[in-house]
């Protein structure tokens, strides 16, 4: 009942909030050519993309709502989206597919990490990149202690968010390089939720 009638807007509600979206658009317009977004969810990412430079555009996302949020947000001034409900640790697509891999917000619920980083880099063109934004552990010990107690119940309420992941660790640990990251806290955000992480990796 929580997880399909409440989570879903609750979710497309805070991810929606002005320094979530002031993330968005630093990241999302790079993608480019033949573009996946992993976890698309309600699709927020979706009036940042610049459509000129996008062929064709695919997202996954394995919460039927969220997805079905994410339709209603579609104009005519998007490109083309091909929804498919599915996880990201098994995707049905051919090796070297994409040129981008967009992921934002994504890394802190999947279950498996290791295997959803593992899809993508097999997804990805060996010159494709993945453009990711994420939440995850704070570089200041009491905050990450804090982290580490709310995280014993953050779960539970929140589909699956765990707000203490190392992401550039996870990500390097999936064999990419970073050669571009940037990090701080969101303003305006408890700091236990807000650290970010984003940049470009390639495999
Ligand atoms: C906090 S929401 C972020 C949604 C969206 N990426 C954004 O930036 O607003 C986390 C998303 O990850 C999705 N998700 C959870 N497990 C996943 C998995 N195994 N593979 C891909 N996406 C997953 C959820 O359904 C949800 O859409």
Not at 48 to 77: F, H, M, W
Request: proline share 6%; net charge neutral.
């Amino acid at each position: 009942m929580y997880e399909k009638y409440i989570l879903p807007y609750l979710l497309n509600y805070t991810c929606g909030q002005k320094p979530f979206i002031k993330q968005r658009q630093k990241l999302v317009p790079m993608a480019k050519g033949k573009v996946l977004e992993v976890g698309i969810g309600s699709g927020l990412n979706m009036p940042y993309l610049n459509t000129s430079n996008i062929s064709s555009l695919v997202g996954i996302d394995p919460s039927e709502e969220l997805i079905q949020i994410a339709e209603k947000r579609i104009d005519n001034s998007m490109p083309k989206i091909d929804f498919i409900i599915s996880k990201a640790e098994e995707m049905k697509f051919d090796d070297n597919a994409f040129d981008t891999v967009l992921m934002t917000y994504t890394i802190c619920t999947v279950e498996d990490v290791a295997a959803s980083l593992m899809e993508i880099k097999r997804v990805l063109k060996p010159d494709g990149k993945l453009l990711f934004c994420e939440h995850g552990l704070a570089p200041e010990e009491k905050v990450v202690e804090w982290q580490n107690r709310i995280n014993k119940f953050w779960p539970y309420i929140s589909g699956g968010c765990n707000i203490n992941k190392n992401i550039p660790q996870l990500i390097e640990e999936a064999g990419f390089t970073i050669p571009n990251m940037e990090q701080m806290y969101l303003p305006k955000t408890p700091k236990i939720l807000g650290y970010n992480y984003w940049g470009t990796a390639v495999k």
